[in-house]
T-cell receptor, first 117, second 115 residues
Framework: AQKVTQAQTEISVVEKEDVTLDCVYE???????LFWYKQPPSGELVFLIR??????QNEISGRYSWNFQKSTSSFNFTITASQVVDSAVYFC??????????????FGKGTHLIIQP | KAGVTQTPRYLIKTRGQQVTLSCSPISGHRSVSWYQQTPGQGLQFLFEYFSETQRNKGNFPGRFSGRQFSNSRSEMNVSTLELGDSALYLC??????????????FGAGSRLTVL
C-alpha cells in the first residue's frame, strides 16, 4: 500500500531564511503522481505542484522549488527567502495511476511551517 | 470562476444524531471526493464520485455515506454520530475521470463538532 511520510511536524524559521520540507513516499506502482498542497488557517487546501513518476526534473516557481528523487523516494519542497505569508501547514500527497483517480490522495501528516517576522 | 463550495461551514451535533454535508464542485468538474481531517489521523480519503457513481470508498464504517447528483453536486451523510467523528470534512472536485493525475481543488471544509 502507498504511504507518505513527512517527518517534520513543525518548523519555525525567521523571515528571509530558506527552509526545506521533506517528503518520503512508498508505492509499488511504476506510474504515480506526487503533489504538494498548502493549508492556511482558513482550512482550504491549495494546490502547489504535481509531479509524475517519469519526470525527475526539478521545478522552480518563484521562491518555491521542488526536488524529486526516485532513487531515494523523496519529493522535497524548498522555500527561498521565506515570508510570513508562507506560514501554513504543507502536505505532500501521492496518487497511484492504477487507482484511476478513484482511490484518492494519500497524504502525509503535514508540516506546520511558522515564519517569524 | 467560483470555487468548491461547502455548506455548512460549522455545525455542532450531539452523539447519536445524523448530519448531512453539501458540496458544490467547480462548474464543469464531474469528479467529487471527500476527505476527513482530524489532528490524530490527518487527512483520510472518504469516498469519490464520478457521474453519480461511487467509485471507491476509504476505510470508514457504513455510517458514512454519500451521493452525487446529476449536476455533480454531492452530499455526504454521517449517521449515529460518535465523538470521534468530530473533524474537518473537505470536499474536492476535479475535471475528469480516470487518472491518478487529477488535480483536486478543495473547498474550505465543514467543521463538525460532536458533543
Amino acid at each position: 500500500a502507498q504511504k507518505v511520510t513527512q517527518a517534520q511536524t513543525e518548523i519555525s524559521v525567521v523571515e528571509k531564511e530558506d527552509v526545506t520540507l521533506d517528503c518520503v513516499y512508498e508505492t509499488r506502482d511504476t506510474t504515480y503522481y506526487l503533489f504538494w498542497y498548502k493549508q492556511p488557517p482558513s482550512g482550504e487546501l491549495v494546490f502547489l505542484i504535481r509531479r509524475n513518476s517519469f519526470d525527475e526534473q526539478n521545478e522552480i516557481s518563484g521562491r518555491y522549488s521542488w526536488n524529486f528523487q526516485k532513487s531515494t523516494s523523496s519529493f522535497n519542497f524548498t522555500i527561498t527567502a521565506s515570508q510570513v505569508v508562507d506560514s501554513a501547514v504543507y502536505f505532500c500527497a501521492l496518487s497511484e495511476e492504477s487507482g484511476g483517480g478513484a482511490d484518492g490522495l494519500t497524504f502525509g501528516k503535514g508540516t506546520h511551517l511558522i515564519i517569524q517576522p | 470562476k467560483a470555487g468548491v463550495t461547502q455548506t455548512p461551514r460549522y455545525l455542532i451535533k450531539t452523539r447519536g444524531q445524523q448530519v448531512t454535508l453539501s458540496c458544490s464542485p467547480i462548474s464543469g468538474h464531474r469528479s467529487v471526493s471527500w476527505y476527513q481531517q482530524t489532528p490524530g489521523q490527518g487527512l483520510q480519503f472518504l469516498f469519490e464520485y464520478f457521474s453519480e457513481t461511487q467509485r471507491n470508498k476509504g476505510n470508514f464504517p457504513g455510517r458514512f455515506s454519500g451521493r452525487q447528483f446529476s449536476n455533480s453536486r454531492s452530499e455526504m451523510n454521517v449517521s449515529t454520530l460518535e465523538l470521534g467523528d468530530s473533524a474537518l470534512y473537505l470536499c474536492a472536485s476535479s475535471l475528469a475521470g480516470y487518472s491518478g493525475a487529477n488535480v483536486l481543488t478543495f473547498g474550505a471544509g465543514s467543521r463538525l463538532t460532536v458533543l
